[in-house]
């Protein structure tokens, strides 16, 4: 749906379609059908009658009757084809997913449902390629279109017309933006100051969240939230990259390289050892927040099993991983940011658990405006966007209220922001 701001919030692929819903109002309407058919039987015989007795109708119920039956059952046919159609998609996301994570078994099962909803409908592989093109082609015209300004500023027109297509195809053929492994490769140490420690309050909002990503000597930062029970749950943040050469900066680009290639990065390591510091044992709660080198990293954390993740909140990242059922994944994306098109849209079936979903708008920065190429993946542009979710009417939004909510019952929240040097 479109709230302010024209976000767009979806469940983050080619499926977002909720096909249960859709076979279920396939199934009121076959019953209307039938319903109209039985009026239509009663009044051809009340016409038969009355057609007797020398009397008629001074409009024709039967025609009316019988072209509402036709309509019910036609809109039904169509909307049985839209669900079976939205489900082979959901099923070769599903099966591809399996696969990458070793489970043959479960790919097999998949495939299986897949050729008996083909076996019914011979056409139904060709509509599902069609749904699967038709997003991406969607996912790309912002990205292109705001590639494509940049490049008539820099180029004239032909470069307008050859670099956005040029790069959205270089995504494609070499994106590896929906991993669904932990990272390999041994850890390395990374050296954790303290830069601020105390008391905070939970956060309330998305914004908060955003609000609470490290910035300028801070790279990770662990909230502790103990109750009165003395249970305990963790919050992590991550900033981004803050070095483009190789040097002692743990979130620099060769970090980014190696996250976005499936390998284990110095920024990752800082994050499991600034938990590891906070207190977080394996098996511990923890909730994972960042912001493009970060949020690929706490993916990374998410995908590694070490934790309980009950949420996972990114912010401009370059990839989309299925972190499963049991994690509510919330992703905010903007159409033209060239960071997160590295995700190359993510997962067709989209990712975690129900009411997972992605948040998404197109900045279309000015022409006039410092920084057009990377303006719509800077902080202050999420910041926004978060600001928008946060007054959205999506129902979507209830589960993340709910989880932030819980947040608040804490006796206590203890917060540690640390910078990092490798």
């Known amino acids: 749906m479109t709230g302010p701001d024209d976000l767009e919030i979806s469940s983050g692929g080619a499926v977002a379609v909720d096909t249960e819903s859709l076979r279920g109002a396939a199934a009121q309407l076959r019953l209307l059908a039938d319903g109209c058919e039985r009026v239509r039987d009663g009044l051809v015989r009340a016409e038969s009658v009355m057609m007797v007795q020398g009397g008629r109708f001074l409009f024709t119920p039967t025609r009316e009757a019988r072209d509402c039956a036709e309509a019910a059952a036609a809109v039904a046919g169509g909307l049985t084809m839209l669900a079976d159609t939205y489900e082979y998609v959901e099923l070769s996301a599903q099966a591809e997913a399996a696969r990458a994570g070793g489970d043959v078994r479960l790919a097999a099962m998949l495939e299986k449902r897949r050729r008996e909803l083909a076996g019914f409908d011979p056409e139904l592989p060709a509509r599902a390629e069609q749904v699967t093109d038709a997003w991406r082609h969607g996912r790309d015209d912002a990205l292109t279109t ?85 249970s305990r749950e963790f919050t992590v943040y991550a900033a981004g990259t803050q070095r483009m050469l190789p040097g002692a900066e743990p979130f620099d680009m060769a970090s980014n390289l190696e996250l976005y290639t ?158 990092a040097t490798e």
């Open 146 to 230: 705001h590639l494509g300004r940049y490049a008539f500023l820099l180029g004239g027109g032909l470069g307008s017309l050859i670099v956005g297509p040029a790069y959205v195809g270089l995504i494609d053929r070499v994106g590896r933006g929906t991993p669904s492994a932990p990272p390999t490769g041994e850890p390395r140490r990374v050296e954790l100051t303290p830069v601020r420690e105390g008391r905070t309050t939970a956060p309330a909002s998305v914004t908060a969240l955003a609000r609470r990503i490290p910035s300028g000597d801070g790279r990770v930062r662990v909230e502790r939230y103990r109750r009165a029970d003395g």
């Open 262 to 419: 499936g390998a284990r990065s110095t920024s990752y390591d800082a994050i499991a050892q600034a938990l590891t510091d906070a207190g977080a044992r394996p098996g511990a709660t923890v909730n994972l927040v960042g912001y493009s080198q970060g949020a690929m990293a706490v993916t990374a954390v998410a995908l590694s099993g070490t934790y309980e993740v009950p949420m996972l909140v990114t912010f401009g990242s370059p990839v989309q991983a299925d972190v499963g059922e049991g994690t509510l994944s919330v992703a905010l994306r903007h159409g033209d940011d060239l960071v997160s098109a590295l995700a190359a849209g993510g997962l067709a079936g989209g990712a975690g658990a129900a009411g997972s979903f992605v948040a998404e708008r197109t900045v279309a920065s000015p022409l006039t405006q410092d920084g057009l190429l990377v303006a719509p993946h800077m902080m202050g542009e999420y910041l926004e966007t978060a600001r928008a979710l946060d007054d959205s009417t999506d129902p979507r939004m209830a589960a993340v209220r709910d989880r932030l909510a819980g947040w608040g019952d804490a006796a206590s929240v203890d917060v540690t922001v640390y910078a």
